[in-house]
């Protein structure tokens, strides 16, 4: 079944600065990609859903890059705020669309004054 | 946005114990899941579930029982709690159409003593 790696494990990041957070995954079929947010004591927030046909998708304060050659998705804070601390997740699909994610170990973000 | 509460949100016992999990999502999704959170493992999947009555496996589903009752309820069960069950559970649903992105609740935290 599918694979992913994510990394850095923690990332600090001055405020106002810009971060990326980098997955690696297996299934060169995979075509749904997901990154979740994780705040302190809740449940994850989805962030983006992005699709293979599009390399390049822009959210709130962020970006994400598909590289299908390389099979990386990266994650790309602009401008970091405090509202950004948190855990971040990518997901892919297991197996099928409906059996469940595969999640990377997360990154967890710490943005300082 | 899908609904998902979880209950109880925290939930200590003892080795040998029983539990039960609660899940319960208001959007009418089809798709039901049960996954667990620890450090260094990130969140993996233990159970799932396509409607009232079906439940399939997942990746770490050994000492876990899961039910789905209803196409709102979806309940993991714990009947000999070991202390390797220590964890944070999640719960999450998905409309098993088109992209298939899943939505969360806020989770249990369990302690098995």
Known sequence: GEQVEQRPPHLSVREGDSAVIICTYTDPNSYYFFWYKQEPGAGLQLLMKVFSSTEINEGQGFTVLLNKKDKQLSLNLTAAHPGDSAVYFCAVPRNNYAQGLTFGLGTRVSVFP | ?113
């Open chain 2, 1 to 113: 946005e899908a609904a998902v509460t979880q209950s109880p949100r925290n939930k200590v016992t003892v080795t040998g114990g029983n539990v039960t999990l609660s899940c319960r999502q208001t959007n009418s999704h089809n798709y039901m899941y049960w996954y667990r959170q620890d450090t260094g493992h990130g969140l993996r999947l233990i159970h799932y579930s396509y409607g009232a009555g079906n439940l399939q496996i997942g990746d770490v589903p050994d000492g876990y029982k899961a039910t789905r009752t209803t196409q709102e309820d979806f309940f993991l069960l714990l009947e000999l709690a070991s202390p390797s069950q220590t964890s944070l559970y999640f719960c999450a649903s998905s409309d098993g159409t088109g992209v298939y992105e899943q939505y969360f609740g806020p989770g249990t935290r369990l302690t098995v003593l």
